[in-house]
């Protein structure tokens, strides 16, 4: 019997539940935990069969090891905050369970997107026999795996990667992030970053714009962001030259963010306020609307691939690898925004590759080291079929013509 602790209740892991849910065959037993159990007990109404739910603080290993042992899953999906991946996978090392998260872990005190905390658990993880899978969301997670069924059924050698994601989604609002604000504020005002020729390239925040042609979508404004999967990714796409990843916003997010940034309340350390300390990053995330309210609403597609350029039986070639997801059809389907869509269902996909052996080895993986036709396969199956066209350099030659 295949059983799955799922921990956090939000707009993704409320996909992951419905997803798991709707697979009894390969999920037998499935528990949901959060924070807040009115929180599990509103997935828990949405699911087309029974599920258990539990009330959890995931900061706390003790709590989250007592958990385990009572309800004794082969395996712990995180889709709580990056703050609680490593109180996570401490606590499973100390019950003896297999991980997996859609995100990295991230310090509370400093927005440092790294693979550089968890990657020292490897050896831990694999003296006990067991798997952690880190980064099976979407973008990290199936771009990822986009790139390495490029590596390893497209090209011979690849030396150019752009990962480009584009939310053409209008929800109604004047400003609001389609995941945890708190999240989503940090990851965009971070400083800019890519890999080029070795060596890591940093830039202002949103300081490098192009214009990229979204399948099913069109041309729209891209901005150069840093995103983590591109520290896996050099390390395990061989020969790679260069790796930037591109995210569009709209003039009005834009204004707003600097509008925000420039009066301090994207700050993430604590100013006092009535002799009491307040971080304005967190005090704005309690102003901002919660993400799941925007999906009822939401009209508009989602486009996010890879761009992939090398070579191929000597010749130079380029791929996209991509996926296009509707707003209204996830709602339909989950009650869901496709953001939330595309990032809760890879980590069930993750899971099924897991219990039938696709995906295995004791230790610490980023998803691009382990095979990716069969996840690509079943990720398909389960509500985000993928795509790949040939690009003439005319495609995107804005994108192409950008100097970094």
């Given at each position: ?10 707009a ?143 090209f ?60 099913e ?11 983590e ?78 761009i ?10 380029i ?59 079943d ?25 970094t």
């Amino acid at each position: 019997m295949n059983r799955v602790l799922i921990i956090g209740a939000g707009a993704a892991g409320s996909v992951v539940a419905q997803k798991c849910a709707l697979d009894r065959k390969t999920f037998q037993h499935i528990t949901l935990a959060s924070r807040r159990l009115e929180s599990c007990q509103r997935v828990a109404a949405l699911c087309q069969s029974e599920i258990d739910i539990a009330e959890l603080d995931a900061d706390k290993v003790a709590d989250t090891v007592a958990l385990i042992n009572k309800v004794r899953p082969d395996l712990v999906i995180n889709m709580a905050l990056p703050y609680q991946d490593l109180p996570v996978m401490d606590a499973c090392l100390e019950a003896g369970v297999h991980y997996m998260d859609t995100a990295n872990y991230e310090p509370r005190d400093k927005a440092e997107f790294s693979y550089k905390w968890q990657w020292p658990y490897h050896e831990r993880f694999r003296e006990k026999g067991l798997t952690a899978i880190l980064g099976c969301g979407f973008d990290p997670g199936v771009t990822n795996i986009f790139c390495a069924y490029a590596q390893q059924n497209l090209f011979d050698t690849i030396e150019y990667i752009d990962i480009v994601d584009c939310n053409a989604g209008d929800h109604g609002k004047a400003f609001a992030t389609n995941f945890n604000p708190e999240i989503n504020l940090r990851e965009v005002t971070q400083n800019g970053k890519y890999w080029k020729e070795g060596h890591w390239i940093t830039i202002p925040p949103l300081s490098i714009k192009t214009m990229i042609d979204y399948p099913e979508v069109g041309p729209r404004a891209s901005y150069l962001l840093y995103h983590e999967e591109e520290e896996s990714l050099v390390r395990n796409i061989p020969g790679l030259k260069q790796i930037r990843f591109w995210m569009t916003f709209g003039e009005a997010y834009i204004k707003h963010l600097e509008v925000l940034t420039n009066v301090g309340m994207t700050r993430i350390d604590p100013v006092m306020y009535k002799g009491h300390p307040v971080i304005p990053m967190e005090f704005l995330k309690e102003l901002l609307p919660v993400p799941s309210s925007l999906a009822e609403d939401y009209t508009g597609k989602t486009s996010i691939g890879c761009i992939v350029r090398g070579t191929k039986d000597g010749r130079q070639n380029i791929k996209m690898l991509y996926n296009v997801c509707d707003h209204a059809e996830t709602f339909r389907e989950v009650s869901a925004q496709a953001v939330s869509y595309t990032t809760g269902v890879p980590p069930v996909s993750g899971a099924k590759m897991l219990f039938t052996g696709a995906w295995n080895g004791p230790g610490v993986f980023n998803v691009e080291q382990f095979p990716a036709r069969p996840f690509l396969e079943d990720v398909a199956k389960r509500g985000l079929p993928w795509h790949v066209i040939d690009v003439d350099t005319a495609d995107q030659e804005p994108l192409f013509a950008v100097e970094t």
